[in-house]
């Protein structure tokens, strides 16, 4: 087998002449987000009450404040949790999961594309909008390579924003999505379920969070909200919510959200501005 960098083409704008070579030799071509799901599970999970979890995210814009987020989040509700991915860490150097941990990812198009195995347990589609064209051949090849982290192994649960015509489509194209959770979200926060009712949700990572990282008693909502983030990516994720479904409803039940977890995220260093309070 041959693991390659996301970086390096293997089909457009042309392949790298060792990738064409593997292809021709009939030899397996990787990356390393495909190994890391591949290789993740391991047989001390046999000894776990409660085995670890994967959340990957993933779009056009904002996937980093967004894992960024979902990571905060676990860490001030107590979650043993770990990012990277795109960001921060590469996934073949995270620490070997411990029980109930939930490991949360960013997965740009160039490392979704060629992986052969995207089993996450959450996946989460912020938007789309023409990127990397060059390497996809198109919008066509970008929203495929997007979509593949949901079509290849049908996550459990995913969150999938419906702005932009492909994300519309993308719920119903799915496989899988006639039989697991699959929630539509829009910026004006109205978020649709399975049975296609119309909710209110002012913030989906706690929720996200909240799904894959099993949080009991997530806190009540403490007041104003301030955001190291910049505002154009995260003012509505900023405000502190009141419910809402996002990727957490657990059996009909809308769960309160982790609310004051949210509202005191560090951010990115190159990114931090505080936009409310």
Same mark, same amino acid.
């Given at each position: ?45 046999? !000894? ?9 995210? /993933? ?52 490392? /979704? ?31 495929? #390579? ?25 719920? /119903? ?14 910026? &004006? ?11 209110? #949700? ?13 949080? &009991? ?30 990727? #957490? ?6 769960? !309160? ?21």
């Amino acid at each position: 087998m041959l693991i390659v960098s996301p970086g390096i083409p293997h089909l457009y704008p042309r392949p790298h002449p060792a990738i064409a070579m593997a292809w021709q030799l009939g030899i397996p071509v990787d990356n390393d987000i495909g190994l890391f799901f591949r290789s993740y599970a391991t047989r001390d999970w046999d !000894q776990f009450d409660r085995a670890p979890r994967v959340i990957a995210v /993933t779009g056009s814009n904002g996937k980093s404040t967004t894992t960024a987020l979902i990571h905060h989040v676990l860490e001030e509700c107590g979650r043993p949790t770990q990012m990277g991915g795109n960001i921060g860490t590469g996934v073949l150097s995270l620490e070997p999961a411990v029980e109930a941990e939930v490991v949360v990812l960013e997965l740009s198009s160039y490392q /979704t594309e060629l992986a052969r195995a995207l089993t996450p347990d959450v996946a989460v589609m912020t938007n789309l909008s023409p990127d990397h064209l060059d390497r996809h051949a198109g919008l066509g090849g970008y929203f495929a #390579a997007k979509r593949r982290l949901f079509s290849e192994g049908g996550p459990d649960r995913a969150v999938i924003g419906i702005d932009d015509p492909e994300g519309r489509i993308w719920p /119903t194209s799915c496989r899988w999505s006639h039989r697991r959770p699959v929630i539509r979200c829009r910026r &004006d926060r109205s978020w649709t379920g399975r049975r296609g009712r119309s909710l209110r #949700a002012r913030v989906s990572c706690p929720n996200i969070a909240r799904a894959a990282g099993g949080i &009991d008693r997530p806190a009540r909502d403490a007041g104003p909200a301030r955001c190291a983030q910049p505002p154009e990516r995260l003012r509505s994720l900023c405000r502190l919510p009141r419910g809402g479904p996002g990727a #957490a409803r657990d059996r009909g039940r809308v769960p !309160q959200l982790c609310g004051p977890a949210a509202s005191q995220p560090d951010g990115r260093p190159d990114r931090r501005r505080p936009v409310c309070q």
